[in-house]
């Protein structure tokens, strides 16, 4: 009587059908997690504009003491007129310091965005027992968690490199039209084509070695998220800092060295270009130094930044505790 | 082979404790292919317990096999066959329908989105809407259009619908055995609202305190169990029967039996077959007797 009888269902349920491949399959729980979580986007989005916005009204104000970027307080050397080749990359090194300076706001928030995220991954489903449907549907309980730690450890952050990336053309662009219609016009701001691209890879360096860094740390929040009863904000700061508490009438910092220092030691690989060597300087006629970012790829170590030891050891640990949140989520039954 | 012979579930001396209470006290049952078997027992009986071990979603030891697969190691092969409806509040919240229907058709190989979507334009459910605009009776329809086009194996229902008014109740066991119900499907479900379900079921477990105390078809409950009605007189005549359940009924006596022969108790009084209702409560309280 109705279209859904009329074709014999009885040979459909044992007809054999072809597996759905696990990339279309991780493809799906991706974008799943983009529709839950819509401040993936939305916040990179929201300051990508900000950002746009910033550059338009930031002011770049040059006068005979020098530049003045505010509210930067990056000054470059003085008589714009005449400018020597040490001076003409002085505004190159300018320009892309205002660059990567004002997307920072960019990558600071999503990596906030990014620790709630994925304390929230394993959590809520539990909470609001949505765990009970994903769990009637033919995904596995690695493949889930899988695609909640790529989301949050490497399609987020390439997603906002690109959005930075975009940004910094923009701002550069949007820069140098303001000083080209400004009273000021031989104004040491300069494009480099070479050196932005430069700057780029460097930046897309850094954030490819972040999230090999941070790995073990979104699995660790990833781990809370699925085993914590409530609370799971507490779970996840706490064990760390009762540690390193219950180190001291001992006299160690053991753990507080190696877990609190974590996410500043990445400063440390990505100081292995050069070795010991901060990121090349230069120096301004008026004695003020900036880093030049185009130079400092040219130091870049790669090979020395993955030969680090802390870093395997942080994608073991990372991986271990990966392996614990799929096994806490597959056998938990407290929903 | 036949439908009837091969066991869909298969569960031998299936045991489960939470600290010391045992939830699941080695229960044996068989669940054949195309049959509506209802799972049904008081609050804490174990019958969530069970259908989880069902499910892969909790460890138990015991034997158990659900369409040849083990629930506990090859879960990710058996949910391919298996679909199941927890609990009709599970629904995301936050996904909408459209979204919803999207996602189980790019994650599960026999889901039909046509009979979905067929299923939904039946119904006043808007694609755009967010599951938490829906009531719960939309979010039960919604579940069910979800589930009704996977063409799975075996269908497991726990409490579907709790909650909801009558008028919903009605419709979703109608959908599922007009629309969805066929020779090669089996539903296992608990509930603990037996009237609704007794004319939809083909077998009757009964389980309490982790224990199965009645495995039965609905065709041979008529055959195993009388209830007579029995007239003042014969009272002590009927107890020396040992009826194992006797309640009183506006002065009258209704006993039940088990295993007595028809023309033994005619004599007593009126006979006729217990519903499940009826039997549910005998068996949870004359057993404690």
């Known amino acids: 009587m109705n279209e859904a009888t009329l074709d014999s269902p009885e040979s459909r349920v044992r007809t054999p059908v072809a597996k759905i491949p696990l990339a279309k399959v991780l493809l799906a729980l991706i974008r799943r997690e983009f529709w839950e979580h819509r401040q993936l986007w939305m916040v990179p989005l929201i300051l ?152 780029e890879v460097l930046l897309f360096y850094s954030v490819l070695v972040t999230m090999l860094w941070v790995f073990p740390i979104a699995a660790y929040l990833m781990l809370t998220s699925a085993a914590a009863r409530r609370n799971v904000f507490l779970w996840a700061i706490l064990p760390p800092v009762l540690v390193s508490l219950v180190e001291l009438p001992f006299g160690t910092h053991f753990f507080s060295q190696v877990v609190l220092r974590w996410v500043p030691g990445l400063w440390g690989v990505w100081g292995r270009w050069g070795e010991g060597q901060s990121p090349s300087i230069i120096t301004t006629n008026d004695g003020a130094q900036l880093p030049y970012l185009p130079s400092t790829f040219d130091d870049v170590n790669l090979v020395g930044s993955l030969s680090d030891s802390r870093l395997w050891i942080g994608l073991v640990v990372g991986g271990v505790l990966t392996y614990c949140a799929v096994r806490i989520r597959r056998y938990r039954d407290d929903t | 082979m036949t439908p009837d012979t091969e066991a869909v579930i298969d569960a031998k001396g299936l045991t489960k404790s939470y600290g010391a209470h045992r939830a699941l006290n080695g229960v044996s049952f068989k669940v054949g292919a195309g049959r509506i078997v209802g799972l049904i027992g008081p609050n804490g009986a174990g019958k969530t317990t069970a259908l989880k071990a069902v499910l892969g979603l909790t460890s138990f030891d015991g034997d158990l ?34 979204q919803a229907v999207d996602f189980v058709a790019s994650v599960h190989p026999r889901f039909e989105r046509s009979r979905a979507e067929a299923f939904l334009k039946k ?167």
């Not at chain 1, 765990?131 to 899988?146: E, Q």
């Not at chain 2, 009757?204 to 041979?220: P, Q, T």
């Not at chain 2, 007239?231 to 007595?260: C, D, H, S």
């Open chain 2, 123 to 289: 119904t006043d459910i808007r694609m755009r809407s967010r599951v938490r605009e829906l009531s719960k009776g939309m979010v039960t329809q919604l579940h069910l259009a979800l589930i009704l086009a996977i063409n799975a194996r075996l269908l497991v229902l726990d409490e579907p619908t709790l909650g909801l008014d009558l008028i919903y109740r009605r419709q979703f066991y109608d959908t599922l055995l007009n629309d969805y119900f066929t020779d090669e499907r089996t539903i296992f479900l608990t509930t603990h609202q037996v009237e609704e379900i007794e004319n939809l079921l083909t077998d009757v477990l009964f389980i309490n305190h982790g224990n199965m105390v009645l495995d039965s078809s609905v065709e041979e409950l008529a055959a195993r169990f009388v209830q007579v009605t029995v007239a003042p007189a014969n009272v002590a005549q009927a107890r020396a029967l040992k009826p194992f359940y006797e309640r009183e009924i506006f002065g009258r006596t209704a006993m039940i039996f088990e295993g007595r022969p028809q023309a033994e108790l005619a004599a007593l009084g009126e006979l006729r077959t217990p519903s499940i209702a009826d039997l549910f409560v005998a068996k949870i309280q004359g057993g404690a007797a």
């Open chain 2, 65 to 98: 096999q659900v369409l040849g697969w083990d629930p506990r190691g090859q879960r990710d092969d058996l949910m391919s066959d298996v679909c199941f409806i927890a609990d009709v509040a599970v629904l995301p919240r936050w996904m909408r329908v459209s």
């Open chain 1, 48 to 199: 990508f504009t900000l950002v746009l916005i910033g550059a338009l009204f930031i002011r770049v104000i040059a006068d005979n003491t020098g530049l003045h970027l505010d509210p930067f307080p990056w000054r470059s050397a003085g008589q714009a007129a005449n400018l020597t080749p040490e001076q003409s990359n002085v505004g190159v090194a300018m320009l892309m310091l205002l660059d990567w300076g004002m997307t920072t706001p960019l990558f600071i928030a999503v990596s906030i965005v990014i620790f709630f995220y994925l304390l929230q991954s394993l959590f809520d489903e539990r909470k609001d027992r949505s765990i009970l449907f994903w769990k009637s549907l033919p995904v596995s309980d690695g493949t889930t968690v899988a695609s909640k730690l790529l989301v949050g450890i490497v399609i987020v952050p390439i997603g906002v490199f690109l959005l930075a990336m975009l940004d910094h053309l923009l701002i550069s662009a949007v820069v140098t039209a303001r000083i080209a219609v400004g009273p000021s016009h031989q104004y040491p701001l300069l494009w480099d084509t070479l050196a932005w691209v430069k700057t």
